[in-house]
């Protein structure tokens, strides 16, 4: 019962540096998020995405990429990474959100940016 | 947009009854979601209401009125690892929207 998995877990990166933070779910769930989650707040939405092949903005995608590569996984990508993007990022995925479905978390991913 | 608010923080004793608020804006309306998050770990889902009224899920019963925007999740028989962050979460159209969080400390 893997559910949501994502790596690295824990990461430290240099200002300007890129990394891409991956994840999979084995539930066929058609639709995937990536959210991040700053000391003391909610989770704010990157990207996501509806089904296989699509990808959409957030709330917050500014300085991200995402790559739905296959039904199973859905890849965030920090081209030049800054402070402020130090976080918890969680990925996501849930069947469909219209009727209410679940939505099943990682175990997040935490960055530093130094 | 969308938009949810909840208190940011609520102490009660073990045993005790608690009631997290979340009043919400949104342009269309799928339903009303909670999820618990401990400390260090990913949030995890507790409770939905699509229609009004009360879902009761053993200790856990969430309530929501959709004419005033407004649900709240109640916990009985508090527990110390009832401890946690508490989200409410508004489903909308391919995106999950929450709030940013209350968090419960139980005391004993």
């Known amino acids: 019962n893997a559910g949501v998995t994502q790596t690295p877990k824990f990461q430290v990166l240099k200002t300007g540096q890129s990394m891409t933070l991956q994840c999979a779910q084995d539930?066929?769930?058609?639709?995937m998020y990536w959210y991040r989650q700053d000391p003391g707040m909610g989770l704010r939405l990157i990207y996501y995405?509806?089904?296989?092949?699509?990808?959409d903005k957030g709330e917050v995608p500014n300085g991200y990429n995402v790559s739905r590569l296959n039904k199973r996984e859905f890849s965030l990508r920090l081209e030049s990474a800054a402070p402020s993007q130090t976080s918890v990022y969680f990925c996501?995925?849930?069947?469909?959100?219209?009727?209410?479905?679940?939505?099943?978390f990682g175990e997040g991913s935490w960055l530093t940016v130094v | 947009g969308q938009s949810l608010e909840q208190p940011s923080e609520v102490t009660a004793v073990e045993g005790a009854i608690v009631q997290i608020n979340c009043t919400y804006q949104?342009?269309?309306?799928?339903?009303l979601s909670w999820y618990q998050q401990h400390d260090g770990g990913a949030p995890t889902f507790l409770s939905y209401?699509?229609?009004?009224g009360l879902e009761e899920t053993g200790r856990f019963s969430s309530f929501l009125s959709r004419s005033d925007s407004y649900g709240y999740l109640l916990l009985q028989e508090l527990q110390m690892k009832d401890s946690a962050s508490y989200f409410c979460?508004?489903?909308?159209?391919?995106?999950?929207?929450f709030g940013s969080g209350t968090k419960l400390n139980v005391k004993p």
């Open positions: 949104t342009s269309g309306f799928y339903g």
């Open positions: 996501a995925s849930s069947e469909s959100p219209d009727s209410g479905n679940t939505i099943y």
């Open positions: 995405s509806a089904s296989e092949g699509t990808t």
């Open positions: 979460a508004l489903p909308n159209f391919n995106k999950f929207y």
């Open positions: 209401n699509g229609l009004d």
């Open positions: 539930m066929n769930h058609n639709s």
